[in-house]
């Protein structure tokens, strides 16, 4: 796929998207995946985060990426409305200041295990309380809770028309995205790093 990659990279650049980002995190950036998703109701990869468990709260995918350092855009190629899996962000959770140690563990266990099934979450069990964290949470969020109804009142929901991008730092924001009820979400997900 690298005609596309280099194509989307050079529209970014004439459009001043990928200057941004070099100012953003203050180093050269470039296009560096172009992936085509197409999500549809049943796609079941946004509940892999405990996916043994038959339990589905408000907030199941919401998540921070786990890795640092790069800039993710969102084209999309087809309408998005509230419920063909618009993309939700918390405004300013970019500005979190979280525990380095535990941000570690997180983003850590993150991409190396999704406590998936009782073995693998036996393994994240062993570690101190502390450091048992991930940056995909939402299923840890109770539909009754404080924080649940913290959510609902602060969680922008991000629908769009065909053609627009959405930009937004994914190891830093909290997020989710592309939870289709009806329809489909046809989108390029492009990380720049």
Known sequence: MKKPKKKINKILIDKKVIQACEAYYSKKMA????????????????????????????YTNLHMDPLE????AIIYLNKVKKDNG??????????FVLDPL???????????????????RRCVFRLPKKLRVTTNFGRL?????????????NLKV?????????????????????VVK????IALQVVIE
């Open 31 to 58: 296009v560096s995946h172009v992936r085509l998703t197409v999500c549809r109701s049943t796609d079941s990869s946004w509940k892999q985060f405990l996916y043994d468990c038959k339990k589905i709260t408000k």
């Open 69 to 72: 350092g790069v800039i993710k």
């Open 86 to 95: 618009p993309t939700s962000f918390l405004p300013r959770s970019n500005r």
């Open 102 to 120: 535990q941000s570690l563990f997180a983003r850590t266990i993150a991409i190396g295990n999704y406590c998936h099934n009782k073995f693998s």
């Open 141 to 153: 969020i109770d539909d009754n809770s404080k924080l649940r109804k913290y959510l609902d009142k």
């Open 158 to 178: 991000l629908t769009s028309k065909k053609g627009n991008t959405l930009l937004f730092d994914p190891g830093s924001g909290i997020h989710n995205g592309g």
């Open 182 to 185: 009806s329809g489909e979400r």
